[in-house]
């Protein structure tokens, strides 16, 4: 339970609000895997500890990388981190994104917001292994074209062959020349097999409810849609309680849910 | 290699699926292939609405025009999407423009022959109603999304 000493690499502002920051263990020869999906309780000392999921690439694993916004006192004062500072990490904590259980179907990765930082892991996956699964499709919705993470990958991403990714943004500005509108409208447009498609989905709360419901309807499988919840988290274990959902513990049970695991929970206000 | 004919399109169109046959034939007689370029309005907010579009591929943003400042836009539409309702509500007014993102080819159909005929055989009228309010209700929906402004930090 004691944190592992990381130090940071590089930082990277990804918007107006939000940075990657990319960590390396102190301790010589430590090695880091995780799941693509899964999280990190990250210490700043003298603040506190905050969970986030882990954005890098699952193969490196020398370094790994977080991305997150200043909205809370530890991920402001993270903010304000520089190269060269250390960290405190305990993990990688919870379920993952069934990856390995979707091969030969197709991918439908349904991002919204800094929902695609713990996506991000999945789609190095899936792309490293490209040949194991049928259409691999994004469908990203960001508040507008400034708020849009990882820009510089998405162009690249877009220009791959064997990755169609599609982007929308809520509010349009003028020099915008993409789609304008909500994540959930791109779904009826997304080119998919609805029968044979899992959905990963992570990005506000509302937004998956309303995302699993527009895929539902597309005719996907409640059982193959996937959602990435944050609820809370505070220990990482399920010891303290903090996260309780229903029957569940976010933090030891998820953040990764099947849909039909947690659907019910999801429409009742008072959890 | 097969014609598209506007009458292949317009019956495999999942908006307009399972319509009566002579109902089609009504509607395919209203139809008419048009392509707009980028930048050009297919309407203007204010103008009277006596069409509606199927876009048959392309972008068209609907907007809000705010005096001394840039268009507000809406929503976009794409390929296999319907554009504009105005036509079937009193007093058959756009409430938007409509300006082309991209190079766009869409099927026009004459609202203003359609509300004639709605008037005349309630049952087409009822039958296009339907449809098109199921398109009104997706887009509130969105709307509504859109209003809550999720991605905002918190």
Redesign the interface.
């Given at each position: 339970m004691l944190p592992h000493l990381f130090v940071i690499r590089s930082r990277k502002l990804e918007t107006s609000?939000t940075f990657t920051l990319e960590l390396e263990p102190i301790e010589s020869g430590l090695e880091f895997s995780f799941l693509p999906g899964q999280y990190n309780m990250i210490y700043v000392f003298g603040v506190g500890e905050v969970p986030i999921s882990i954005s890098s690439d699952p193969r490196r694993k020398n370094r790994i990388s977080h991305t997150t916004?200043?909205?809370g006192t530890v991920t402001k004062a993270m903010g304000m981190l520089k190269k060269g500072d250390v960290l405190g990490i305990r993990g990688p904590f919870g379920t993952s994104w069934p990856v390995d259980r979707c091969e030969n179907c197709d991918i439908v990765i349904v991002a919204?917001?800094?929902g695609l930082a713990p996506l991000r892991p999945a789609i190095y996956y899936i792309l490293a292994n490209r040949e194991r699964y049928n259409r691999v499709i994004l469908l990203y919705?960001?508040?507008t074209p400034e708020?849009i993470l990882y820009k510089q990958e998405i162009e690249k991403w877009k220009s791959r062959f064997d990755f169609e990714v599609y982007v929308?943004v809520?509010?349009?500005?003028?020099g915008?020349?993409?789609?304008?509108?909500?994540v959930?409208?791109l779904i009826p447009?997304a080119p998919f097999e609805s029968r044979n498609s899992v959905a990963f989905v992570c990005?506000?709360e509302?937004?998956m409810r309303?995302t699993a419901i527009e895929l539902v309807k597309r005719g996907v499988k409640e059982d193959n849609i996937f959602i990435s919840m944050e609820r809370n988290m505070k220990c990482g274990i399920g010891l303290c309680g903090h996260c309780q959902f229903g029957p569940v513990f976010v933090c030891k049970d998820g953040p990764v849910f099947s849909y039909n695991q947690v659907k019910d929970l999801l429409f009742k206000r008072e959890i | 290699m097969s014609v598209e004919t506007l009458e292949r399109i317009l019956s495999e169109h999942p908006f307009l699926k399972d319509l009566k046959e002579e109902y089609l034939d009504l509607i395919v007689g209203c139809a008419r292939n048009v392509f707009y370029k980028p930048g050009e309005f297919i309407f203007r907010e204010g103008e009277e609405a006596h069409e509606f579009y199927i876009i048959r591929d392309g972008r068209v943003s609907l907007e809000i025009s705010v005096p001394g400042k840039n268009p507000v836009v809406i929503q976009t539409l794409e390929d296999g999407e319907v554009l504009g309702w105005s036509w079937i509500v009193p007093p058959y007014y756009w409430h938007f423009d409509a300006r082309v993102v991209e190079p766009t080819r869409v099927i026009a159909l004459d609202g203003r022959c359609l509300r004639n005929k709605c008037e005349e055989d309630h049952n087409l009228g009822y039958e296009l109603l339907k449809r098109f309010l199921t398109i009104v209700e997706q887009r509130l929906q969105a709307t509504r999304i859109q209003l809550l402004d999720l991605y905002g930090a918190s």
């Amino acid at each position: 339970m004691l944190p592992h000493l990381f130090v940071i690499r590089s930082r990277k502002l990804e918007t107006s609000d939000t940075f990657t920051l990319e960590l390396e263990p102190i301790e010589s020869g430590l090695e880091f895997s995780f799941l693509p999906g899964q999280y990190n309780m990250i210490y700043v000392f003298g603040v506190g500890e905050v969970p986030i999921s882990i954005s890098s690439d699952p193969r490196r694993k020398n370094r790994i990388s977080h991305t997150t916004r200043m909205v809370g006192t530890v991920t402001k004062a993270m903010g304000m981190l520089k190269k060269g500072d250390v960290l405190g990490i305990r993990g990688p904590f919870g379920t993952s994104w069934p990856v390995d259980r979707c091969e030969n179907c197709d991918i439908v990765i349904v991002a919204g917001g800094i929902g695609l930082a713990p996506l991000r892991p999945a789609i190095y996956y899936i792309l490293a292994n490209r040949e194991r699964y049928n259409r691999v499709i994004l469908l990203y919705g960001a508040r507008t074209p400034e708020d849009i993470l990882y820009k510089q990958e998405i162009e690249k991403w877009k220009s791959r062959f064997d990755f169609e990714v599609y982007v929308t943004v809520d509010r349009g500005t003028s020099g915008w020349k993409g789609n304008v509108g909500v994540v959930t409208t791109l779904i009826p447009r997304a080119p998919f097999e609805s029968r044979n498609s899992v959905a990963f989905v992570c990005g506000p709360e509302v937004m998956m409810r309303f995302t699993a419901i527009e895929l539902v309807k597309r005719g996907v499988k409640e059982d193959n849609i996937f959602i990435s919840m944050e609820r809370n988290m505070k220990c990482g274990i399920g010891l303290c309680g903090h996260c309780q959902f229903g029957p569940v513990f976010v933090c030891k049970d998820g953040p990764v849910f099947s849909y039909n695991q947690v659907k019910d929970l999801l429409f009742k206000r008072e959890i | 290699m097969s014609v598209e004919t506007l009458e292949r399109i317009l019956s495999e169109h999942p908006f307009l699926k399972d319509l009566k046959e002579e109902y089609l034939d009504l509607i395919v007689g209203c139809a008419r292939n048009v392509f707009y370029k980028p930048g050009e309005f297919i309407f203007r907010e204010g103008e009277e609405a006596h069409e509606f579009y199927i876009i048959r591929d392309g972008r068209v943003s609907l907007e809000i025009s705010v005096p001394g400042k840039n268009p507000v836009v809406i929503q976009t539409l794409e390929d296999g999407e319907v554009l504009g309702w105005s036509w079937i509500v009193p007093p058959y007014y756009w409430h938007f423009d409509a300006r082309v993102v991209e190079p766009t080819r869409v099927i026009a159909l004459d609202g203003r022959c359609l509300r004639n005929k709605c008037e005349e055989d309630h049952n087409l009228g009822y039958e296009l109603l339907k449809r098109f309010l199921t398109i009104v209700e997706q887009r509130l929906q969105a709307t509504r999304i859109q209003l809550l402004d999720l991605y905002g930090a918190s």
